[in-house]
């Protein structure tokens, strides 16, 4: 087997922080090496060391056996190197085409080729099987679809090595299928694939081999025979863990916290009807472009609607602005966190003050759900890994406990330690009395978190499920 990359030694701090502690690990061609371990534990900076957004402060890299130090994104794509991150380097108002030869555009006469840009980046788009115009502006597309421009930008070099970070979180399953049957053509063809997923079923059917981080230290790698989900937990955390889902007694339902009524707009919602309870946790089910998120909004004020009624607490709130409903006890934990959960560029204490100014609560709340960070007033959530920003998303909510939180995806690449938090979190809201909806693409997640399960599909409620759950029935009522 040809190593196709090499790191050996490898070290990296952000101010008194020592995030990578002496990471070695190699990549071989034609073969898919997974990379695991919870949040903070180090792997998207190991990645950026390689994908030369970081430097190292000490190791070395090799890729074909030549020494590899890249100062630049754009150093190691010349060097083959190709980085689908977590969170999308993508230019909104650009097009899809723009966007995936951003770097380098076809030119004919000195003049970008627009004609060959168009034609070059459709083949790509099929690969990935997005049907959707090269000219169509990224800002136009669901967040998804996104995700697809930004792994069919990642195929259009001569990739010798391609990172995927957290690939499928916005991916619906028959997206995640296609995604999957382009990494296997991939390694067939050669290439050296490394791929970072807390979807510990999907690393052990895509991976060849595997390495597994804890606090910045390689603490298991080899083959994939060699591990087992379990195993692959209890190497992550530290210590085994028994059960994902903490155990809560079921909700009454007799309060009723939320109603909506007849809620339509057109091309997204049709004639919901939805009741959440004091103490319930409501699933919402649904493939992407079902409506889940965009019902989601329109309860909260974000969008508007055609016809309907929203009622929160038997007061109608139809007209009030978001701002308002959050002062009458709504919160609303969104789909993407860096786009508009967060200010990346601030700090901690102030992304967790922006609803309810008490700083007493912010180092509790940061011990409750296990922020890991340097300072709370100084360190910009920028820094954080994606679970731990997630954390501080949800955290900003929790200052003062609302009557009503909806959460979408909350759990979305978050690692299986940070998820049980959540989950109990979750749980100890519930019993304060706390109504909450749940958006999840997971089905096993919302099997086991949900007092009651609405499956949507085409902007329509189409279903609704009580314990004990049928997946197969879900997934049915979704398609």
Known sequence: MSERLVCTGLTK???????????????????????????????????????????????????????????????????????????LNLFGNLSVADNMFITGFPRRFGLIDRKTM??????????????????????????GERQLVEIAKALHGSSKLIILDEPTTSLSHRETTRLFETMDRLRSEGVALVYISHALDDVLRLCDDLAILRDGELVATGPRDEFTRDRLISLMVGRPIGQLYPERPPASLRTVIL???????????QSINLQAHQGEVLGIAGLMGSGR??????????????????????????????????ERGMAFLTESRREDGLFMDASIADNMAIVRRQPARIPELCAALGVK???????PVRQLSGGNQQKVALAKWLIEPPKLLILDEPTRGVDVGAKYEIYKLMNDLARQG??????????????????????????????????????ARILGAAV
Not at 121 to 133: I, P, T, Y
Not at 456 to 465: H, L
């Open 293 to 326: 998120s965009e019902l989601a909004r329109i309860l909260f004020g974000l969008d508007p609607h055609s016809s309907g009624e929203v009622l929160l607490n038997d007061a109608d709130i139809t007209h009030l602005t978001p701002r308002a409903r959050i």
């Open 373 to 379: 960070r340097a300072n709370l007033d100084r360190q």
């Open 13 to 87: 701090s952000f101010s008194t922080v020592r995030v990578l502690k002496g990471v070695s690990l190699t990549a071989r061609a034609g073969r898919t090496l997974g990379l695991v371990g919870e949040n903070g534990a180090g792997k998207s900076t190991l990645m950026n060391l390689i994908g030369g957004v970081h430097r190292p402060d000490s190791g070395t890299m090799t890729l074909e056996g030549r020494p590899y130090a890249p100062a630049s994104p754009i150093q190691a794509l010349d060097r083959g190197i190709a980085f689908v991150h977590q969170e």
């Open 259 to 269: 109603e909506a009524r007849n809620i339509s707009q057109a091309g997204v919602a």
């Open 434 to 471: 706390v109504a909450l909806i749940v958006i999840s693409s997971e089905v096993e997640e919302l099997t086991g978190m949900c007092d009651r399960i609405v499956v949507m599909s085409k902007g329509e409620t189409k279903a609704e499920f009580t314990p004990p759950f049928d997946r």
């Open 118 to 143: 168009n034609v070059r980046a459709a083949g790509f788009l099929e690969k990935v099987d997005l049907r959707v115009s090269p000219n169509t502006p990224v800002d136009a597309l669901p967040q």
